[in-house]
């Protein structure tokens, strides 16, 4: 029996919620509420009691989440900001577009985040912030980049984009560094109807010039306090987000179940080809993305799309490979393990509604690759 399998259903998602997400999106058309207002702060308020946050403010995109981090802490021209070099784009984008400049480094072989010691030999007097990235769900080892960059007064910054839920030796991702940088884009374990983010703080003055940098550094009407931006999130973006919030936990938990199926069908299939994701001691795995790594990965890849598989590469190139980056300096060879993971890393279907028979599917035409 032929049984597809895409790289993710929204539908399987909105389908048992459906009524209520209407309710949500007809509850803000009839209070024509669409800029802030109490759908914004209700979810701001959420957020901080079901996530531990102490601090929660919606903004427009998680991108726009590491753009206002940047602004918040005064970073621009002349200073520098230590980035992996394998993540998605905004992470080092943003930094260009504050005037600043990213120094990139290398990820761990195993967890795909940043290398550690790396970003910390990289520190110069120039070095401002650094943003370790909670890549695909699992959370960097933030307790040197910490250390180091407390001792120097240096901020960090976690994007923690695909992160919602995480936990770090039992602290909640976003409450670690000055500021945490998080996504609702639809694909997120936590996604919204549209591009939607928020941050965090446990800072009262930083989330105070968060506040102010997301309308234009407005306090009260028109009068302006300093040079932000428009990085609100819309009132309906915040209803459908908070019919969705209590139901984070239970996504997750079906996530890290599909997480534990596939290692024990690959196990069964006994694919020596296949490297399965490590999950870090005292670290919470979200599995925002479930990523393997396999040699051949764009063939497989081809022969898993013929199958109706869905799959998706994150990221084939990295940073200081991208043209728009050829300005820094770096050539190819420069950070092997992250060109390598470019290389041979595959983003197989994870959502928490996937079935049993779907996830064997998956591993079934995988192993119809290798083994013919």
């Known amino acids: ?15 048992p919620l459906r009524q209520a997400l209407l309710d949500a999106v007809t509850r803000v058309c009839d209070s024509q509420r669409f800029i802030g207002g109490p759908e914004v702060e ?3 308020r959420e957020l901080c009691a079901t996530l531990g946050y102490p601090y929660a403010l919606g903004l427009s995109s998680g991108t726009d989440a590491v753009l206002a981090a940047l602004m ?5 021209p002349g200073d520098e900001v230590i980035t992996p070099t394998y993540s998605f784009f905004a992470t080092a984008g943003c930094v260009v577009r504050v005037g600043a400049t990213p120094v990139l480094v290398d990820s761990e072989a195993d967890t795909f ?4 010691r790396a970003a910390i030999a990289a520190i110069t007097p120039r070095t401002r912030a650094i943003i370790p990235v909670h890549l695909f769900g699992q959370p960097a080892e ?12 240096i901020a960090v910054i976690e994007d ?5 839920g995480c936990t770090y030796h039992g602290k909640a991702v976003g409450t670690i560094g000055a500021v945490g940088c998080f996504s609702f ?8 109807f549209g591009d939607a983010g928020f941050v965090t703080a446990t800072d009262a003055g930083i989330a105070k010039t968060l506040r102010l940098i997301r309308t234009h550094g407005m306090e009260p009407k028109y009068y302006h306090h300093i040079v932000g931006a428009n990085f609100r999130i819309d009132a309906m973006q915040a209803a459908v987000l908070r019919v969705k919030l209590p139901h984070l936990a239970s996504w997750t938990a079906g996530r890290q179940k599909n997480a534990a199926r596939y290692r024990a069908l690959f196990a069964a299939a006994e694919l020596a080809e296949v490297t399965l994701p490590v999950e870090a001691p005292e670290r919470t795995h979200i599995y925002n993305q479930f990523v393997i790594r396999v040699p051949k990965r764009d063939q497989l890849r081809a022969h898993l799309d013929k199958q109706g598989i869905g799959t998706e590469v994150y990221y084939p190139v990295p940073f200081h490979l991208q043209e728009c980056f050829a300005n820094l300096g770096y050539k190819k060879g420069a950070f092997p393990i992250a060109e390598a993971a470019a290389n041979d890393s595959l983003a197989l279907p994870i959502y928490p509604e996937l079935t049993e028979a779907q996830q064997s599917a ?3 035409g995988i192993r119809s690759f290798y083994r013919g």
Do not use: C
């Open 1 to 15: 029996m032929f049984v597809t399998v895409p790289l993710l259903d929204l539908q399987a998602q909105y389908t």
């Open 42 to 44: 209700g979810l701001e």
């Open 72 to 76: 918040a802490l005064g970073i621009g």
């Open 113 to 116: 985040n940043i290398d550690t």
């Open 142 to 153: 933030m307790a040197p980049i910490m250390d180091a960059a407390g001792r120097r007064g």
């Open 160 to 164: 923690a984009a695909q992160a919602i």
């Open 185 to 192: 884009f639809p694909s997120k374990n936590l996604g919204a």
């Open 362 to 364: 998956v591993v079934s």
